[in-house]
């Protein structure tokens, strides 16, 4: 299982925010694929979680709204879009995945196995 995240780097605040996770290695659809952030001093936190055989998507709370996870799967990627980026949203953000049937929550940081090596996004003022 490999998961490569990148769009990372340096952002406007105010603009929109485009990351990428190239999944490898496995059945996109035994797995639920989730995106985490951790910002300094901050615990890592989850922002989505996404499972292409349920087709279903679920967001937390934390960027209220701004948040959009998208797929293309013919190349396996799952995107993270966020809009309206703001200073509290640097940070460095994860992609990682769990088996389907591992867990009876579906986007419970503890369960996921396997993480990307993150990508860091920096939001300029």
């Known amino acids: 299982v490999q998961l490569v995240e990148s769009g990372g780097g340096r952002v406007p605040a105010g603009t929109s925010l485009l990351l990428s996770c190239a999944a490898s290695?496995?059945?996109?659809?035994?797995?639920?694929i989730g995106w985490f952030r951790q910002g300094r001093g901050i615990e890592r936190e989850g922002l989505a979680c996404?499972?292409?055989?349920?087709?279903?998507?679920e967001y937390s709370e934390v960027t209220r709204g701004r948040v959009t996870v998208t797929t293309d799967l013919a190349k396996k990627t799952v995107y993270l879009q966020m809009s309206s980026v703001q200073l509290e949203d640097a940070a460095v953000y994860y992609c990682?995945?769990?088996?389907?049937?591992?867990?009876?929550?579906?986007?419970?940081?503890?369960?996921?196995?396997?993480w990307g090596q993150g990508t860091r996004v920096r939001v300029t003022s």
């Open positions: 990682a995945a769990r088996p389907r049937t591992n867990s009876f929550h579906f986007c419970r940081k503890t369960d996921f196995q396997f």
């Open positions: 996404f499972s292409s055989l349920e087709d279903r998507t």
């Open positions: 290695g496995f059945i996109l659809d035994d797995y639920v």
